[in-house]
């Protein structure tokens, strides 16, 4: 890869998108005149990336715009020597015996009732998706002998278990673990990764995205296409969660994955032992959970009747730094606002009164496909936030401190904040489901024990935790929480609270220790009178009345 100058802009996480779609866009019958805005909140960024590859990129002398796109075959092929930019898309393996690395070790399946280690089925492997393969790499650092291992990639494979489906055949589950780096020359400020190469270029890799799921799947006859792949003359085609399953994932992680993971269950555990210098045995579990997609849309003609959502969009579309004015914008014939799933609580709370649960619909973009499902999930992914007002604690980028995953549709984009005392975390959601039931909540906050103990300076023993559930004006609302300490890390848990945009409080003491009573003797003297007492050298040793201690 040659050294290129300029900024790196390549990837770029946007907070709030804006597009103005024309009226062609639109889904349904619409009336002729009919002008709207929309808004939807979903999970859509966890598509289902097939296969893995690595691309290379030069860019226009000057410019940020790519020159050329090559398709690699390892991170070293002479072909794609020149370009100033690799992106791995690596899918995690299955394991190849004892001594493989950066793959997936096992995948089980049990009841979300139980939590009984033996509960949990352990699947056997039963194919993975035809894809070519990434070889793994070790780039050299730029400090004598240290390195970073990027870990080969594949295809998604398909587990099996014991137990039949209502068919007679045996159930399958999708392993879906997806990590992408990324290899850049250039001016590193504004990379993502911090990992810079040996040599005198200006080089460096880092990771840029990690997430992983577990789905169902069936095997139907083959058809003219597959929604995932075909195997032979059978397609690999998704299936739906009953909403009764407890997960279990368990992969051989590279050491560069550190920080923090956010993700869809409940009732989480998370485990983490060294096989290595260089990798760790990651292990994830938890219940599946309902996470219902929402959706806003508003007639034009009516926004005037919602004060929140009409001054939000009269402050975005205001015609300033090349935006589009408000009549502008009034004048589109559709207008659908975008966001990633990591930000967006203005937009929220702008459309919240108008936000209904929907079904979920497949798309193809062609890089990655996102099924139907009935929205009862099983995921996890790292998170792309601004990092500069965490508290040390929670930046240290020398170990993975844990899992925070929950059922809201809309979640706080970094770790729960460090404030007053207490670690605050941010959700919100629809008060209601699509049949008129109350939606209730579920977050589980899984710390590394030392992190935890970090925030607070505490000590090894013991700690205790209250977890509460706050709302905007102050109230506090019952919920079933639940805290236990096991294995290194600190579980915290609260269930059954409502929406809107609550946020969950847990606030750590530990008991001061107490000093044993010992007992002790004093000597008291009244004029000629001498007594002799015995009394708790934790308590204050006076003598009586009228007595003076000798």
Request: proline share 5%; aromatic share 12%.
């Amino acid at each position: 890869m040659r050294e290129r100058r300029g900024a790196f802009t390549f990837f770029r996480f946007a907070i709030a998108i804006f597009l103005v779609v024309p009226a062609f866009g639109q889904m349904g019958p619409v009336h002729a005149d009919s002008k709207s805005v929309e808004f939807t909140l979903n999970d859509s960024q966890f598509g289902y990336w097939l296969e893995s590859k690595l691309y290379g990129f030069t860019f226009k002398t000057g410019s940020t715009d790519i020159d050329q796109r090559l398709t690699c075959s390892s991170w070293d092929d002479p072909s794609c020597s020149k370009a100033d930019q690799l992106l791995g898309e690596l899918i995690m393996r299955p394991c190849n015996g004892s001594a493989d690395r950066g793959c997936i070790e096992a995948v089980a399946v049990g009841n979300a009732k139980s939590k009984a280690p033996e509960n949990m089925k352990r699947l056997k492997l039963f194919a993975e998706s035809p894809s070519k393969t990434v070889p793994p790499y070790r780039f050299l650092g730029s400090s004598s002998g240290t390195y970073f291992d990027v870990p080969g990639g594949g295809g998604v494979s398909i587990w099996e278990s014991d137990t039949k489906d209502n068919t007679g055949a045996p159930k399958r589950y999708m392993a879906h673990v997806l990590t992408r780096y990324s290899y850049f020359c250039g001016d590193l400020k504004r990379f993502v990764g911090d990992f810079t190469i040996a040599g005198d270029r200006t080089c460096a890799i880092g990771t840029i995205e990690f997430k992983g799921s577990i789905i169902p799947v069936t095997l139907t006859e083959k058809s003219n296409s597959c929604t995932f792949f075909a195997l032979q003359d059978k397609c690999i085609e998704p299936a739906n969660y009953s909403g009764d399953e407890r997960v279990s994932l368990t992969l051989r992680q590279d050491k560069n994955r550190t920080g923090w993971l956010f993700g869809r269950m409940s009732d989480s555990t998370f485990g983490l032992t060294t096989l290595d210098a260089a990798f760790n045995q990651v292990q994830i579990e938890g219940n599946v959970v309902f996470v219902p997609a929402l959706k806003a849309v508003v007639e034009k003609s009516e926004i005037s009747r919602f004060p929140k959502l009409e001054n939000f969009l009269k402050t975005r579309f205001n015609g300033l730094n090349g935006a589009s004015t408000y009549q502008q914008f009034l004048d589109d014939p559709r207008t659908v606002i975008d966001r990633q799933i990591y930000d967006g609580w203005e937009i929220f709370d702008a459309f919240e009164e108008n936000l209904k649960p929907i079904k979920t619909t497949a798309s193809n973009n062609g890089v990655y496909t996102s099924p139907a499902t009935n929205s009862i999930l099983w995921n996890f992914a790292s998170a792309v936030f601004d990092g500069s007002n965490l508290h040390p604690c929670s930046a240290d980028k020398s170990k993975l401190h844990g899992l925070v995953v929950t059922n809201a549709p809309l979640y706080s984009s970094g770790p729960p904040a460090f404030q007053a005392g207490s670690l605050d975390y941010k959700v919100a959601g629809a008060h209601l489901n699509e049949d008129g039931s109350l939606f209730k909540g579920q977050y589980t906050f899984v710390v590394r024990s030392d992190t935890a103990r970090c925030y607070y300076g505490f000590s090894s023993a013991p700690v205790e935790a209250k977890v509460s559930v706050v709302y905007s004006a102050g109230a506090e609302q019952i919920a079933t929480t639940a805290v236990n300490e096991k294995g290194g890390f600190l579980t915290l848990a609260a269930n059954g609270f409502t929406f809107s945009s609550p946020t969950i409080r847990v606030a750590l003491t530990q008991p001061k220790k107490t000093l044993p009573n010992t007992k002790i003797s004093i000597t008291c003297k009244k004029g000629k009178k001498v007594v002799k007492l015995t009394v708790n050298s934790t308590s204050s040793a006076k003598c009586p009345k009228g007595y003076a201690k000798i």
